[in-house]
């Protein structure tokens, strides 16, 4: 267990990016999420991608809109549900923000279909959808379970990157999606243990004994540590395979 600022443990905190003394800053620096925040959009780098000849413009604009929409609106409405993160930020601050953050990811995807054609209203429509049911826990919760969030935070931004880039979806694209679903999937079995740690369970006790003979104590830090560091790992991990196929298709 690391100390973080003065006299808070790097466990004291409903997220391993939200520990410390709670301030504007370290309220800010939760509600944005960002390793998943950057690991999410690396998704839609890597199916901007994808394709054969790649507009990196348009590729730019969906970045954005997907910031818009996951980075600050999705995770703004999560908060001003239940408050998981415990911050002090205002309710008409946080509903604001994910008001505004949804209405400029759409109005950039309107915008797109001038360029990518009607087909692209689809997406927007499921996009904006996804962020409102999945956050609010609309439709009695039904889009607030483990697919959906590999559908949605995983295979969604693969999908249209890559619709936006070509106006059509290719195997690869498809197989791209799935396997960014698969990434999302490990992401949920890692986080979902990880915050019941670190926002329900106030104790842990027992150990566990070796065959020859020692004995190691369990507590909440030694069973919360291998899950937040895989999670560390693979939110980096997205985020240089985006880096390192843009570099590739920016020299070729």
């Not at 826990?137 to 931004?157: T, V």
Request: a positive charge; charged letters at 10%.
């Amino acid at each position: 267990m690391t100390e973080g600022d003065a006299g808070v443990t790097a466990i004291d905190g409903p997220a391993f990016y939200a520990t410390g003394r709670k301030g504007a800053w370290r309220d800010l620096r939760a509600v944005l999420h960002p390793p998943y925040t950057a690991w999410h959009l690396s998704y839609v780098v890597l199916g901007g991608l994808i394709v054969s000849r790649v507009n990196w413009v348009v590729l730019g604009a969906t970045v954005l809109a997907f910031f818009l929409a996951v980075g600050i609106s999705a995770h703004a409405l999560d908060e001003l549900r239940g408050r998981p993160l415990g911050t002090s930020l205002p309710s008409w601050a946080l509903a604001g923000a994910g008001a505004a953050g949804l209405a400029g990811a759409c109005a950039i995807g309107i915008l797109g279909v001038t360029r990518v054609g009607p087909g692209l209203i689809a997406f927007v429509a499921v996009g904006a959808i996804l962020v409102l049911g999945y956050n609010l826990e609309l439709f009695g919760g039904r889009l607030h379970n483990d697919i959906a969030f590999a559908l949605a935070w995983g295979a969604f931004p693969v999908l249209t990157a890559a619709y936006a880039e070509a106006h059509s979806l290719s195997l690869a694209a498809i197989i791209l999606a799935a396997a960014a679903a698969l990434l999302s999937g490990a992401q949920r079995a890692l986080s979902t243990p990880a915050r019941r740690l670190r926002r329900s369970v106030t104790s842990v006790e027992g150990q566990m004994v070796l065959e020859d003979g020692t004995v190691v104590s369990l507590d909440r830090s030694a069973i919360l540590a291998p899950l937040e560091t895989a999670l560390r790992l693979l939110s980096w991990t997205a985020v240089a395979l985006a880096l390192s196929v843009a570099c590739a298709r920016l020299i070729s």
